[in-house]
C-alpha cells in the first residue's frame, strides 16, 4: 500500500516538471508564432522555447 502511494506519487512529480522547467510567460503572439512555426523548426519543443526566449531577452525592455 505504501509503496503504491510512493509509485503514485514520482508519477505525479515526474509529469509536473516539464511545466516548471519554464517559467517564461508567453503572450498569445508567443502562442501563434509557436503553432507556426513548430512544424518547420527542426528540433524538439524544448530547443525552440529556448531560441524564442534567448530572443526575447535580448529585446529591450522585456
Known amino acids: ?3 503504491a502511494a510512493l ?3 514520482a508519477l505525479l512529480g515526474a509529469t ?3 511545466a516548471a522547467a519554464w517559467p517564461i510567460a508567453l503572450t498569445a503572439e508567443d502562442h501563434n508564432y509557436l503553432n507556426a512555426v513548430r512544424g518547420a ?4 519543443d ?3 522555447l529556448l531560441a524564442i526566449s534567448s530572443q ?7
Do not use: H, N, V, Y
Not at 526575447?56 to 522585456?62: A, R, V, Y
Open 41 to 44: 523548426f527542426p528540433r524538439d
Open 46 to 48: 524544448d530547443t525552440l
Open 1 to 3: 500500500m505504501i509503496g
Open 16 to 18: 509536473a516538471a516539464p
Open 56 to 62: 526575447k531577452s535580448q529585446l529591450p525592455g522585456i
Open 7 to 9: 509509485a503514485a506519487g
